[in-house]
């Protein structure tokens, strides 16, 4: 790997780390991308070639991952939702809805056994929101 390519990755895994510790905090594409000394544009681009996400996309699926672990301990959906750092409840339930597939409301009230019996590093990886739809899938294309 040439040392420019090896430096690039590492002001990503800096990026990445940075969302993961302060997902709660009202971040956005161009703060994360100047904490990293690069411009936005280049940013976004590099982060989703590599991630396979933007870093918005990332931040929220940090989020939401976050939310539902604290449903599942019991929090309320405001509680949640604030916790998270979402600006608003109408935002947080959309965007929620989208990442997971289900309302907040009906995920929190639905039965999570498996996930209560395993370690909390398992059930992270396991339980990671994955994304129910893309925008093509959304307008009728099939997604490749």
């Not at 703060?31 to 544009?41: D, E, F, Q, R």
């Not at 976004?44 to 931040?59: A, D, I, N």
């Not at 309320?76 to 750092?85: D, L």
Request: with cysteine; hydrophobic share 40%.
């Amino acid at each position: 790997m040439i040392p420019e390519r090896r430096a690039e990755l590492v002001l990503l895994r800096r990026a990445r780390d940075l969302i993961d510790r302060r997902f709660a905090e009202p971040l956005d594409v161009p703060a994360i991308a100047a904490a990293v000394h690069l411009s936005a544009a280049h940013f976004s681009r590099r982060f989703h070639s590599v991630y396979g996400e933007t870093p918005y996309q990332y931040l929220m699926t940090r989020r939401i991952e976050r939310a539902c672990a604290m449903l599942r301990a019991g929090a309320s959906v405001t509680e949640a939702c604030m916790a998270v750092g979402a600006s608003s409840l109408g935002s947080f339930s959309s965007r929620f809805t989208d990442i997971v597939g289900t309302t907040p409301s009906a995920y929190r009230a639905a039965e999570h056994p498996a996930e209560a019996q395993m370690p909390d590093c398992a059930a992270r990886v396991l339980t990671r929101p994955r994304r129910t739809s893309r925008i093509g899938e959304a307008a009728g294309t099939p997604a490749s």
